[in-house]
């Protein structure tokens, strides 16, 4: 396991990924009942952009960056207002940023306490530092097992309500294999929960195949979000990233169709940045 999220931390990915993340939060809260979520491969939560590793790549300057160096329009301010208030909550001086909160954070910081969270990392030493980071919040529940293994171990969570993710590291052969497989493990136990699967697009054949292959397993509500920084190429640094979002709150869709261009236009590196939302299925499945 080499992959360590610190030399990505905050990077245009991030951005989607946690401004999407923040907004089913909100969404969840708006009923009183608890939820609980559930991260797979939680990464460490809280990254120092000060590090020598964060420092050597930089890829948060082109993306939480350019994000607190703008001023978007009111409706754009309002959708990414959630996520950015938790990224100025861990910074001393607004858009000056220092630390960068991860997934398990940005959900953290967002739920109420009589909401629970799991998270759950794989490497040893990163397991160790996201325990110490929860360590004093009775509500987060650290495990430190195989990211595949924690969601079927998890699922489905008492409350009946809530939120998985999947970020995994991509730094193996299958992943998008896995993830089918993990998608369908989570919709058969928790058929009525949002998914929440990260992607990153190198080789665009093979993000094509792994969403036919998604839409293959007959799961209604999947909507697909990509974004591209540039043309997408499958060598260096990444150029594009997508989310696929099994039962969406029923308002993220407009929200992304305003987020989206705005995103877009801000993070853009280069010709060919660009970005979509569609439904890869529908609200209902019909065979034929
Ligand atoms: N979700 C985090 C966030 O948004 O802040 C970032 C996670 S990072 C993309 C992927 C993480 O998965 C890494 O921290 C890596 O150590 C961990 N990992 C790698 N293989 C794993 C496995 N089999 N199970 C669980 N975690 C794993």
Known sequence: MNYRHIYHAGNFADVLKHAVL??????????????????????????????????KTGEWRDGIGR??????????AEILAP?????????????????????????????R??????VNEAHTEDAARLKALFAKDAATKTLAIDGWTALKAVLPPKERRGL???????????????????LSAAH???????????????DTRAVRAFLRDAAALAIPKMLSVELFVRTPFSEGELSGTGLLILNPPFTLEAKLR????????????AKGAESRVEWLTGERITSS
Not at 33 to 44: E, K, L, N
Not at 67 to 76: F, G, R, S
Not at 258 to 269: E, F, I, K, S
């Open 22 to 55: 923040a907004l089913v939060v909100e969404h969840l809260k708006l009923k009183e009942q608890p939820f609980r979520i559930v991260d797979t491969h939680a990464g460490i939560g809280l990254y120092d952009l000060a590090s020598e590793e964060a420092q």
């Open 67 to 76: 994000i607190l160096a703008d001023t978007p329009p009111a409706e754009v």
């Open 83 to 111: 996520y950015l208030d938790v990224v100025r909550a861990e910074n001393e001086r607004r858009n000056e940023i220092v630390r960068y909160p991860g997934s398990p954070r940005v959900a953290r910081r967002l739920m």
């Open 113 to 118: 306490p009589g909401d629970a969270l799991v």
């Open 164 to 182: 998985v993710l999947i970020d995994p590291p991509f730094e193996e052969p299958g992943e998008f294999r896995r993830i089918v497989e993990g």
């Open 188 to 202: 058969r136990r928790f058929a009525t929960g949002t998914v929440i699967v990260w992607y990153p697009v190198k």
């Open 258 to 269: 305003t987020l989206l261009p705005y995103l877009t236009r801000v993070l853009a590196r």
